[in-house]
């Protein structure tokens, strides 16, 4: 722990945490060493994880890097971090993020952007930008992250390490600051494949306090067992004939298949009709959730009050309007549109049943094919700074992650290798729901 604390004071400039937990961290530690020594420490005894800065942990402030809440400390831990402690991890800090998880750059954090440690000019990706990049710059051993639509697969991508979104449902949301609920689903961003299955296993399972989480119990998998036999796999044919998506990219998936198929698998190119349809969907339903969720932010309840609020309205108004970001905003009008009276048919409602669809044709390929396999980001890290002036163009980046989402599959991103000018690639690889177990087997056999 003392020295992971002097490499992030080293690394302070990359802005991965919002807050280190030093002393804290210590103490933790030893007491662990205590149970080392005595025999009783468990599972995870050794490990020193960053957890996303949007998980209670109680007694610690936890921000979703908002202005909004500013101040504010969780009065109760997440079943994430009750579950860490349980096994002996040490939680180090809470990691910069998008505000409120929304964005794919880290660059919508009232705290600012995550510097990605490959290249500083360059962007960490996101949302859970800092916990990528502080397992890519060697900050702890392991983070957790949230995915809602890509947010641990795509800065782990863009970080060269590896993010699973498990299914939907497998990891409680209980303490997690709700961005979208249907989407919302944390996972471990690592350096190993063994590691990541570690932290499943230790954080999956039923929960009372999440009615959503899975109900049947999660069958730990223990140690990682490379896949035996050949795979049929299904790669998206348009992420090879995509105009927006970057040529080294292209290549990098082609790579793969050849690989692949040198070795005996089953590699074929699958179309998926709904492609056009992945993200306007996902952005409906996901700021229509927002707009819900984020209601609770009234200057009232957490964090930031307005000095300026004269009455509850004012509060309400001022404090939201000086609290939240301009993209969290923008959200929440969208949300509220999609919503409202006259719209819900046209836009939420139909949507609604245009993710039903992208479910049924996501299960059916899955039914046909151990695993789809596609990039998890058409380019990698971007440049600081080169915000999109469209909001639309910078949404169509998830187009590759937001498949799992919406189907509520489990999805890993791999890395694959740098680029020429060494940014890292990321390899994304979807199983069946519940088809975690045979998504780290094969993962494993990638590495
Ligand atoms: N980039 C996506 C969004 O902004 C995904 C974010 C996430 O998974 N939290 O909504």
């Known amino acids: 722990v003392a020295g992971y604390l002097n490499r992030i004071k080293a690394y302070a400039h990359l802005n991965a945490f919002n807050e280190v937990f030093d002393a804290d961290a210590i103490e933790q530690a030893k007491a662990v060493d205590t149970r080392i020594k005595a025999g009783t420490a468990g599972k995870l005894a050794g ?262 609020a004269t009455d509850l309205v004012s509060t309400y108004k001022l404090s939201r309007s000086e609290g939240f970001g301009k993209e969290v905003k923008r959200r929440i009008m969208l949300g509220t549109f999609v919503l409202s009276a006259g719209y819900y048919d046209a836009y939420y409602a139909k949507a609604q049943k245009v993710r039903r669809l992208i479910q049924q044709k996501t299960n059916e390929i899955l039914e046909q094919y151990d695993f789809m396999m596609m990039p998890t980001a058409p380019e990698p890290a971007f440049k600081i700074g080169l915000e999109e002036k469209d909001p639309v163009v910078s949404y169509l980046h998830d187009i590759f992650t937001v498949q799992a989402s919406l189907a509520g599959v489990p999805a890993i991103s791999l890395p694959a290798g740098n680029n020429i000018k060494g940014l890292p690639l990321g390899l994304q690889l979807l199983a069946k729901q519940y088809g975690e177990k045979e998504l780290l087997e094969f993962s494993d056999y990638f590495l």
């Open 47 to 308: 490990m020193v994880i960053a957890i996303k800065d949007n998980i209670c942990f109680k007694g610690h402030k936890v921000s979703a890097s908002s202005k909004i809440l500013e101040g504010f400390t969780s009065i109760y831990s997440s079943t994430i971090v009750e579950r860490l402690l349980a096994e002996d991890a040490v939680i180090i800090g809470r990691c910069n993020c998008d505000e409120f998880a929304m964005g794919g750059a880290n660059e919508n954090s009232y705290y600012g952007p995550v510097k990605n440690y490959a290249d500083e000019t360059r962007v960490s990706g996101g949302s859970s930008g800092g916990s990528a990049v502080a397992v890519q710059a060697g900050l702890c051993h392991a983070a957790i992250g949230t995915d809602t639509g890509g947010s641990v697969r795509q800065p782990a991508a863009f970080c060269g390490v590896i993010g699973l979104k498990p299914t939907y449902g497998r990891i409680s949301r209980h303490g997690i600051i709700a961005y979208a609920s249907s989407f919302d689903q944390a996972g471990p961003i690592t350096q190993s494949v063994s590691d990541a299955a570690l932290l499943l296993d230790v954080l999956a399972g039923p929960d009372n306090y999440d009615s959503t989480a899975i109900q049947t119990p999660y069958q730990p998998q223990g140690e990682v067992k490379p896949a035996s036999g050949k795979k049929k796999i299904a790669y998206l044919k348009e992420a090879l004939e995509n105009e927006g998506t970057d040529a080294e990219v292209k290549a990098m998936l082609t790579t793969n298949i050849e690989k692949l198929r040198a070795e005996g698998h089953t590699v074929e190119p699958v179309g998926f009709e709904y492609l056009e349809y992945l993200v306007p969907t996902y952005y409906i339903l996901a700021t229509a959730e927002a707009s819900s969720n984020l209601a609770r932010f009234d200057g009232v309840h957490y964090g930031y009050r307005s000095a300026n």
